[in-house]
């Protein structure tokens, strides 16, 4: 009996309302076949087609000790949400150095967001290499600025002062030394870093009398001052640090086609407007390819 | 002998032999799991290598507030004394009061109400550190009592007012001369530095709250809905407050996140995290009897959550350049 005649016969027997026993068995052993059978197949079928779209290909791992960045569920859906429009890409920040540095050494299915300071540590046991660095006011590089309200006429007067950073306790030490020179060590190591979620934070916590002193980025200072003039005259910029590198996008080595299909879709997220949102969530307005300088910039020691 | 309801699992004796083992293993893991949970629940001490003379006493760690708290006060200090969870069972106290005696801990941290309570109650010669406490001006503050507010500075507020979006330049309150007359004072000189006109209305318990938000909604940009007791007398009173704003399209920026479901635009709280690490600080300076030190601190960090759907709405202008700044973003 063919398929058609199959059905008609069911549906015969459906339309009379007294269906004998035997007839009910076959009736529901036909529904199994007739019916049933080609919808699973059809979902096996449907989803088997839609499987390798709703699978990751490649990730963006991020990790950035300059930012105290605390939104990782906010960054996560927002990043995730943009990236599916390319593909089964996704975005993992990451709060924890030491689980990212150990992804880091293992993982070749993605690129990294990392801080150019953080780079400059791994690059002599990691085989990763950077490709863009991120831009801000149309400038790669920031420098760091230890502000404070109170008169200090000698670095050892910062002895044992509390410090408001938006950024890591390793990487805030690390700045105060090479701020304050090698020679005044124990100054920088009898600092107290007061960690908070952001510059502004860092900054307002010294006008308002929570923190002695902040070590921002030069354009944070520049933001307050447009937002609140008088609270950013009350800040004497005690010492600025040297000019570093904006965080970079690293690849692994050696690049596949996806490390190269991820980072230019990384680096045309300013073109479109939501990408462009995405980035001031990073506090970045796009990328740019490392020139020559950049790059060796990040391989001195 | 455990009979399966499975007819079939019976007649296969070693299935059902390994899932008796199995259930007999599953049993005593729930078993000894029920009675960890239990003692961790009521007193969760320990005393590994103490470096620092400190107590913490938790109002209830399965909060997520006071976990966070809790958690950045050991990124600061990570071995302490001791820690207790007071959990649901702080009534039962007399063996923890016992445990409490016994460390004899310098200072205490007490994180929530319910842990401040306590250590008040058992010891009076430890210092008190407090955290994730609203309104701790209701609180009676002896000599040796110190703590981080809960509440921003309202300078911090409106300077974030104002980055986040810079063409809000009219910024309504309603509040109780009765709480914060002094407050509002402050607030609006502070306003002024930064180009924020606050128009205030004052109210007291008679007023009518509609009539008087009805007046403020004509002249304003956003509402700023604070912590004021007398406004927020009546949950009533508060989605009246809501449903007004929403109707004459203007944004509210408030201060706690339970507002955000009843449809506030912006809202700006301390940042727990950094309340715990705060304290943290209080303590080691206490413990090195540093001199000059402030018996109520302010939060230093902040906690923005943004409503994006309702910036939309209300037409606002976002600063997409504070987005960094901006913890939460709901859409």
Known sequence: ?301 | MTNYKNNLINNIPILAAILRKQSRKRTSLAFFFILFSFLSGYTNTSYPDTTENVLIINSDISIKNYSLAHTGFKTVIPNPKGEINLGNKWKEKSETEKIIRESGPAIIYCIGIKAYLFAQEVTNDATVIFSSIINWRRLTIKENTYGISSELLPSMQLTMYRYLFPKTNKIGVLYSKEYNEEWMQQAREDAKDIGISLVGIPINKKTNITSALKKLLKNVDAIWLTSDPVVLSKTDAVSNIFQQCNAANIPVFTYSEAFIDAGATLVISADIPTTGKQAARLTLDLLSRQEKIEKINTPAGSHISINLKKVAENKLMLNAEALDSVNQIIQ
């Open chain 1, 1 to 301: 009996m063919g398929m058609y005649r199959k059905i008609k016969c069911i549906l015969s027997h459906t339309r009379n309302h007294t269906i004998p026993y035997f007839y009910k068995s076959v009736f529901y052993k036909r529904c199994t076949y007739a019916i049933l059978f080609p919808t699973f197949l059809c979902i096996f079928l449907f989803t088997n087609t839609l499987a390798p779209c709703a699978e990751y290909k490649y990730t963006i791992y991020f990790y950035n000790p300059e930012t105290n960045i605390n939104n990782f569920a906010s960054l996560k859906k927002e990043f995730d949400l943009y990236l599916s429009r390319f593909g089964g890409y996704q975005f993992q920040p990451f709060s924890e150095r030491e689980i990212f540095e150990k992804l880091i050494s293992e993982k070749k299915d993605g690129i990294f967001i990392i801080s150019s300071w953080h780079y400059k540590q791994l690059r002599e046991n990691i085989s990763i290499e950077p490709i863009l660095v991120a831009v801000s006011k149309n400038k790669s590089t920031c420098r760091r600025i230890f502000s404070t309200s109170r008169i200090i006429n000698d670095i050892s007067m910062l002895s044992g002062m509390n410090v408001a950073s938006a950024s890591s306790e390793d990487y805030t030490k690390n700045v105060l030394i090479q701020m304050f020179g090698e020679n005044k060590g124990a100054v920088a190591s009898s600092i107290k870093i007061l960690s908070v979620p952001k510059e502004i934070d860092a900054l307002m916590s010294v006008g308002f009398g929570m923190a002695d002193a902040a070590v921002t980025t030069d354009s944070s200072l520049a933001k307050l001052s447009a937002i609140n003039r008088k609270l950013h005259d009350t800040l004497k910029q005690l010492l600025i640090s040297n000019e570093t590198l904006l965080p970079i996008v690293a690849v692994p080595k050696p690049q596949d086609e996806n490390h190269k299909k991820l980072a230019k879709i990384i680096k045309d997220m300013e073109a479109a407007v939501e990408g462009k949102n995405k980035l001031s969530m990073l506090g970045f307005d796009g990328w740019k390819i490392l020139n020559a300088s950049e790059k060796e910039y990040l391989e001195k020691q």
